[in-house]
């Protein structure tokens, strides 16, 4: 995963009252899973039908088994990603606290977005997100949930917060996919009671994603380089990462697919030998600002001769359009304008 910043915070336990367990038959219980399919997704859709309104719900996600007998109310998100994906959903109403902006949100969520109060430009500590009076706590990084800073999952359950973590950080290498992306929006329009919006907005995006593609039918494949940080070595997007396959609906190839997990370090010989024409930026928070990325790329002499350097052939993405969430169809769009402009307009 991108090397993001940690901040250690204190952070000392409170308790707050339970809530009442849920009482209904487990016969009548919508079995979802966080990791799952879209197929699985439809499975249950029948099921819920009896279960008054699509509840309760029981999820898997990450290993931690929830019932919602209602859908949450007051809900913290820590990191970008689920927040856009709330707002999205129009769930706005229902969140009372964000934190860890790290890109630019997208301009029809402005508005929205800066209308929550924001709790940390960081990972909130546990204290302050307690303070916020949530019934859920929507992480997008692993990190959300760090036990050495008080925020374990099983802290937040102790203190009667439900949680869920983007199934994209469920576990190690595994093949991050598009799919990924709608079946977290129709995860969460579910525990939302929403799933007829959700079933809309992945619409929306799948349609997005293929008028790109059709766009771009019969364009020549280009080579893309993706650079997340690094001096000494070039951290990089491999194959098992979300962002291979941006490239490749872009209409380009990821020139380290053939690296075995999501991000991995790569030597900058191993750049040369593979002649990317263009170099995919990723850009958050605390990671040096694009110009300085680009400063550093273009003034390497030993990178000089790589095509994308000699021509300058630089696309910038915030890293939030790379992770599971609203955001990966509008970075095919982006980038695909990057790497075929003639295409693109």
Request: proline share 6%; net charge neutral; aromatic share 8%.
């Amino acid at each position: 995963m991108p090397r993001l910043p940690f901040f250690p915070l204190s952070a000392r336990p409170r308790r707050r009252a339970l809530r009442a367990a849920a009482t209904a038959l487990a016969l009548s219980t919508v079995v979802l899973t966080g990791c799952g399919t879209s197929d699985d997704r439809a499975g249950t859709a029948k099921a819920s039908a009896s279960a008054g309104q699509g509840f309760p719900v029981t999820l898997d996600n990450c290993g931690v088994r929830t019932t919602y007998d209602k859908p949450p109310s007051r809900v913290v998100t820590i990191h970008q990603h689920p927040a856009e994906l709330m707002l999205s959903l129009g769930l706005g109403d229902r969140m009372v606290g964000t934190a860890f902006p790290d890109s630019a949100v997208l301009p029809e969520l402005k508005k929205d977005y800066e209308a929550i109060p924001e709790l940390a430009e960081k990972e909130p500590s546990f204290e302050a997100v307690l303070d916020a009076d949530p019934d859920f706590v929507y992480g997008g990084y692993g990190s959300a949930f760090a036990e050495n800073e008080g925020r374990s999952r099983k802290a937040f359950a102790d203190a009667g917060i439900d949680t869920y973590l983007n199934r994209e950080y469920c576990g190690k290498k595994k093949q991050v996919s598009m799919q990924d992306t709608y079946d977290e929006i129709r995860t969460i329009g579910d525990v939302f009671g929403v799933p007829e919006r959700a079933d809309k907005l992945v619409a929306g995006l799948q349609g997005r994603v293929t008028r790109t593609t059709e766009a771009l039918k019969g364009a020549p494949v280009v080579p893309v380089f993706v650079y997340d940080s690094g001096d000494k070595s070039a951290f990089t997007a491999g194959g098992k990462s979300l962002g291979t396959e941006i490239i490749r609906l872009s209409g380009g190839r990821n020139v380290f697919a053939d690296l075995d997990d999501v991000f991995g370090d790569v030597s900058w010989e191993q750049v040369v030998e593979r002649k990317p024409e263009v170099i995919a930026i990723y850009d958050y928070a605390g990671a040096g600002s694009v110009e300085d990325k680009k400063k550093f790329l273009l003034s390497q002499a030993a990178l000089a001769d790589v095509p994308a350097i000699r021509n300058k052939r630089f696309v910038v993405l915030p890293l939030t359009a790379t992770l599971v969430g609203v955001r990966p169809p509008y970075a095919v769009e982006e980038l695909a304008r990057g790497l075929h402009p003639e295409r693109l307009r």
